[in-house]
């Protein structure tokens, strides 16, 4: 039987330039799935996009066939005329998105949105295509169909949006999905509960599907095919089994050996006792109060952390992993200052081992100014945290210059000393941030964090935006930094993985709690409370053999008013958090 | 309901501004030091005029120019009795010019309605415009049509209103017969309404509303380009497209949907730059709106004229922002759910 879709010498350049896609070739069978893995630039997603010619306006397809089998009769999409190709997007081939938040409109109502698909295709009246739409809400998942039909989706959180653009794609019960990255923006619990739901549909349908990503997890637990894509062109392709335990392929062996995997522990690790603890945080606690809509109504208030104890030892690293909105920045900025503690909490921070301690939310000007030389910050997004109009150099002597350290020359040699500390060559300094990859970006942050040799590094996700590969080598650079300048870092994280390798200490965060906290071998070997089981639960892995275990996800993904007895929450009373083993904590009932 | 509840709260809110306005306007007004009246006394006394002086003195007591400037507000704006009991803006009084030597509101009388009339054409020939070139030249964009567009546009921006104005006439005049100069047929002037005289004031109407119009057209038609290119960019119309819209449906539904926001915000804007930017227009062309009075009033220091003048202007725009805020919140989800629980 021929295959569904079949794409044969596929390249696509930009104007003149060489191709950035160059004769890839691949099939999908009906009912298969077919994962696109590479890294960012690597062609995967403007291969895809090809299919459904939804380029940009400067791409061209120069060579290369796309053969689809509509029914009995095989079109080839490159050269289809518009209007049939309009007629076969969102009805026989339809497409998902890689931001949730972004892809769908924000001034339209889901339901609108989604039936859409529906009237386009002209097969339904509006109440017929209604109907269709509710019984798809149901089908991903919506507890309450109609309530969404009529929602927005700013109303919907970041999993619920990808439920919509998923029932978006799958009402008009397409041949093939094609899905960009679809969980990348997602948590991983929510992840895993996404990647759960679009494997199930696919089973009850039968419809194919492209995954495009470059988590090897996710394609270890979807894919059937496997593609593996570098600078524009195929790798390695087969099978995923052999293709993922035994790669042919030295790029494939090396992304494999970049995914993040969360360590078999052997045993658990007692934590040693802390002592000369640079930062503490005690019993702090945040509440917002949300202005409410009507003026006459008392405002909300939320909980963004509660009763928040922690404790960093010099040199060591603390992480804190929790899903967003589980307050984990929040605990991060009130550290650094940044926010004030409500009443009754306390930060302290001792700045060299024998002084005595200051209070971070008590200082006066010199204090604080002093205390920001110490307490810098690596942030998340490296694409917008350097300024695109400055050079480096500029960039890198700026907390100089505010704390007005040395003079012009030997600011210089500071910034170029530290550029080659984090792997960057000194002539890189004239240079604007546009001019470097993400990865090389996140190493200019790291520079200009240690630009004032300061002695605490909060990490703000420092490699969630960045691909698999990257990350590996920005991790080896953290450690690194941090053994060889006595660093310690406050390191914010919803990556488990990530956070295994370079953690000392680990505290799971969930609704502004501290739920479970342990060294990460004793949380890894014997995890207590069900968030952390579904956290590690929901970690993909690229072992095809150890599927994600839906199950423990849901349980403990799920409410917290729903959680087995001894861990259950009842409102805002939580139980306490219990020391169960020297240096394991788990918040239940004994 | 909800909407309903907004529009009166941002009624109130508008009154509340209108009030702090007219104190605004009082105090500026009162800036200069002396008043018409005794700018005029002062006069007269060094002519020797005194049957002039006896009038001024008996015009001073009549409009309570001789209280102080606190009692002088309140009388202006008819919170406190004057003279003659409670008459004030409030009570519909507009007061006196000196200038003139008439009831401001016989001299503001029907040029106020041409101001508005003059304005809400000119507006609208803003949006009638501005639109679909706006849409046209995002939707295609760096084409000629994109260059074309911007280029007509950036002439109009760039071309000052008077100029325009009288090339406009002459030409007019010479290829269309338009009429030169007025808001209608110097026949019609104090006539009652009626359809002809009508006619009139819309073929009177073409010119000045073409000439105050442009600038604003071509200004709201690059910014509506410009939002409107940067919501093409966004994903969302990526997704429209995927579903297998056609680019001109789309277009309308999604892009042009977000893209308008600013489009209506701008109602508020542009009434009074108009107002005030059509001052010159109006000398120039001849046109009987209340900008050249004020000019008058202004430069002679005839305070109830200027005054409620100004306060016409203000209300004008209180009232333009007050519609695109209620346009707004119709219009954007975002902006009406703010705090309703999801």
């Known amino acids: 039987m021929a295959p569904l879709l079949s794409v044969k010498d596929l390249s696509i350049g930009f104007g003149k330039d060489d191709s950035v896609v160059r004769d890839v070739s691949f099939d999908v069978a009906a009912g298969e799935t077919l994962a696109l893995v590479g890294e960012s630039g690597s062609g995967k997603t403007i291969s895809c996009r090809a299919v459904l010619r939804i380029l940009p306006k400067a791409a061209q397809i120069r060579t290369g066939s796309i053969q689809f089998q509509d029914g009995a009769s095989c079109k080839e999409l490159v050269h289809l005329p518009e209007g049939e190709m309009r007629d076969l997007r969102g009805n026989q081939i339809a497409m998902i998105f890689q931001e949730p938040m972004r892809s769908l409109s924000p001034l339209h109502r889901i339901g609108n949105q989604v039936s859409e698909v529906l009237w386009l295709h002209g097969r339904k009246s509006e109440a017929e295509a209604k109907k269709e739409v509710l019984a798809c809400f149901e089908r991903v998942g919506f507890p309450d169909p109609e309530r969404t039909y009529s929602s927005y989706p700013f109303e919907l959180s970041g999993g619920m949006r990808q439920r919509a653009m998923i029932a978006m794609a799958m009402v008009a019960k397409p041949k093939l999905l094609i899905a960009d990255e679809p969980t990348t923006a997602l948590d991983v619990t929510t992840q895993a509960q996404v990647l759960g739901l679009m494997k199930e549909l696919q089973r009850d349908t039968g419809m194919a599907m492209i995954l495009v990503t470059h988590d090897l997890g996710v394609v270890a637990n979807m894919a059937e095919q496997v593609v593996v894509m570098h600078k524009g062109r195929v790798m390695e392709a087969g099978a995923a089994e052999p293709l993922l335990s035994a790669p042919a392929h030295p790029y494939t062996q090396a992304l494999i050996q970049a995914a993040p995997k969360i360590p078999a522990a052997a045993a658990p690790k007692a934590l040693p006792a802390k002592k000369d603890l640079i930062l503490e945080l005690k019993s702090v606690s945040k509440t917002y109060s949300m202005r409410a809509g009507k003026g006459w109504k008392a405002p909300s208030l939320i909980y963004a952390c509660r009763g928040i104890d922690l404790e960093l030892p010099r040199g060591k690293t603390l992480a804190i992993v929790g899903e967003s909105g589980s307050g984990k920045t929040t605990a991060a900025r009130i550290a650094l200052g940044a926010e004030p503690p409500d009443e009754g909490g306390e930060v302290l921070f001792r700045p060299q081992p024998d002084m005595p301690p200051i209070e971070v939310h008590r200082m006066d000007r010199a204090a604080r100014t002093a205390f920001q030389r110490e307490a810098q910050m690596v942030f998340q997004d490296p694409y917008s945290s350097l300024s695109p109009r400055m050079r480096i150099l500029d960039t890198m002597v700026e907390p100089l210059e505010i704390h007005r350290i040395g003079n012009r020359s030997e600011q210089r040699i500071k910034a170029a000393e530290m550029l080659q500390m984090v792997g960057l060559g000194r002539d890189m300094l004239q240079r604007y941030p546009h001019a470097f990859s993400g990865g090389q970006r996140q190493r200019l942050s790291i520079a200009r964090a240690l630009m004032l040799d300061p002695s605490l590094i909060v990490c703000d996700e420092p490699t969630s935006a960045l691909d698999v590969s990257v990350q590996e080598q920005i991790l080896n650079l953290l450690e690194e930094i941090r053994d060889q300048r006595q660093l310690s870092y406050l390191f914010i994280s919803h990556d488990l993985a990530v956070v295994a390798r370079i953690a000392d200490e680990v505290a799971v965060m969930r609704r502004g709690l501290v739920v479970e906290q342990a060294s990460p071998e004793t949380l890894f070997h014997n995890p207590q409370h069900p968030y952390t089981k579904a956290l590690i639960a929901a970690q993909p892995e690229p072992d095809i053999h150890r599927p994600i275990n839906l199950e423990l996800v849901a349980q403990g993904a799920g409410r917290p008013e729903n959680w087995p007895e001894q861990f259950r929450f009842s409102g805002y009373e939580a139980p306490p958090l219990t020391p169960l083993a020297p240096g394991h904590k788990v918040r239940c009932h004994v | ?342």
């Open chain 2, 1 to 342: 309901m909800e909407i309903l509840r907004y529009a009166l709260y941002r009624f109130g809110t508008m009154l509340l501004t209108l009030w702090v306005v007219s104190i605004l306007v009082f105090v500026i007004i009162n800036l200069p030091p002396g008043d018409y009246l005794s700018n005029q006394i002062a006069e007269l006394r060094a002519s020797g005029q005194s049957a002039g002086v006896a009038k001024a003195e008996f015009l001073r007591s009549e409009y309570a120019l001789d209280k102080p400037l606190w009692q002088q507000y309140f009388i202006w704006v008819g919170f406190m009795p004057g003279p003659h009991g409670f008459s004030g803006l409030v009570q519909g009084n507009f007061g006196w010019s000196f200038e003139f030597d008439r009831p401001v509101a016989e001299i503001v009388g029907d040029s106020l309605w041409l101001t508005v009339l003059v304005n809400l054409a000119a507006v609208l020939f803003v949006y009638v415009v501005a639109l679909p070139l706006g849409v046209l030249a995002a939707a295609r964009a760096r084409s000629w049509v994109d260059y074309t567009s911007a280029f007509v546009g950036y002439l109009g921006l760039a071309t000052p209103n008077f100029l325009l104005a009288l090339i406009l006439f002459y030409y007019g005049h010479r290829w269309f017969n338009l009429p030169i100069g007025g808001l209608m047929d110097p026949a019609f002037e104090g006539e009652p309404m009626g359809w002809e005289k009508v006619k009139s004031i819309l073929i009177h109407l073409i010119v000045p509303t073409f000439v105050i119009g442009t600038s604003g057209a071509s200004a709201m038609m690059q910014r509506l380009r410009a939002n409107m290119l940067d919501e093409l960019g966004k994903p969302y119309v990526e997704t429209a497209v995927a579903k297998g819209m056609s680019p001109s449906r789309m277009l309308a539904k999604y892009p042009l949907r977000v893209a308008f926001n600013p489009f209506v915000a701008d109602i508020g804007n542009l009434l009074p730059a108009m107002i005030s930017g059509s001052v010159l227009v109006s000398v120039v062309l001849g046109l009987q709106t209340i900008g050249p009075t004020l000019l008058t009033a202004l430069k002679t220091q005839d305070m109830f004229l200027s005054g409620f003048v100004l306060m016409f202007v203000a209300l004008l725009t209180l009232i333009g922002t007050m519609i695109s805020d209620v346009l707004l919140v119709l219009l954007d989800p975002r902006i009406r759910y703010e705090g309703r629980d999801a």
